[in-house]
């Protein structure tokens, strides 16, 4: 079965420290890994994808995720948070044969302190 | 720019109406789902198509219809909305696997 967990529905940080939000996944077949990000009252947006090229995915708004087999995880990482950064952000995980239908974990809410 | 756009953003029901969500792509993407979004559970699958006329369910299809008559209007049916339907609705298309989802700004339904 295929499955996304997202450690934390809450996560704090201060502007300017490290952001990271954990994500596993569980695949029978090789993933595709995808960050999404809502802001209040909107659709999810696009944050960085892995489909099986670079292991070290860069995207936007300073965000990148690495796609560790070994550990089946694909953590969202920023050296340096932003007021902006505030919002919900949710793992996905989908494969190649599966209509593209996707799984998304359960989000994790940023917070960030001034 | 490409869009995904669902007709409402908030909508308020009674309970037993039958309740219409509109979605539409310009993308000429083959792939349309709707997901319903609640606190700590996430986005859930209601339904999804492949193409004009098909639909698979997904996770979550009980009290949930749909219809894709053209490939780029996908329609959630709510048949006799109940007050557990009340929810944040999600669209998204898709053109394959590795392009990822474009998503609608979302419907927030309340069923009273």
């Known amino acids: 079965a295929q499955s996304v967990t997202q450690l934390g529905s809450h996560v704090s940080v201060s502007e300017g420290a490290l952001v990271l939000l954990r994500c596993n996944y569980s695949s029978s077949v090789p993933p595709y890994l995808f960050w999404y990000v809502q802001y209040p009252n909107q659709g999810l947006q696009l944050l960085l994808k892995?489909?099986?090229?670079?292991?070290l995915v860069k995207g936007i708004n300073g965000f990148e995720a690495e796609f560790k087999k070994s550990e089946t995880s694909f953590h969202l990482t920023k050296p340096s948070a932003h007021m902006s950064d505030a919002a919900e952000y949710f793992c996905a995980v989908t494969f190649h044969s599966n209509f593209n239908k996707f799984y998304f974990g359960s989000g994790t809410k940023l917070n960030v302190k001034p | 720019d490409v869009k995904v756009t669902q007709s409402s953003r908030y909508l308020v029901k009674r309970t037993g109406e039958k309740v219409f969500l509109e979605c539409v792509q310009d993308?000429?993407?083959?792939?349309m789902f709707w997901y319903r979004q609640d606190p700590g559970l996430g986005l859930r699958l209601i339904y999804f198509?492949?193409?004009?006329?098909?639909?698979e369910k997904g996770d979550i299809p009980e009290g949930y219809s749909v219809s894709r008559e053209k490939k780029e209007r996908f329609s959630l049916i709510l048949e006799s909305a109940s007050t557990n339907q009340t929810s944040m609705y999600l669209c998204?298309?898709?053109?394959?696997?590795?392009?990822?989802?474009?998503f609608g700004s979302g419907t927030r339904l309340t069923v009273v």
């Open positions: 198509s492949y193409d004009v006329k098909m639909k």
């Open positions: 993308m000429d993407h083959e792939n």
């Open positions: 892995y489909t099986s090229a670079a292991t």
């Open positions: 998204a298309s898709s053109l394959g696997t590795v392009g990822g989802y474009t």
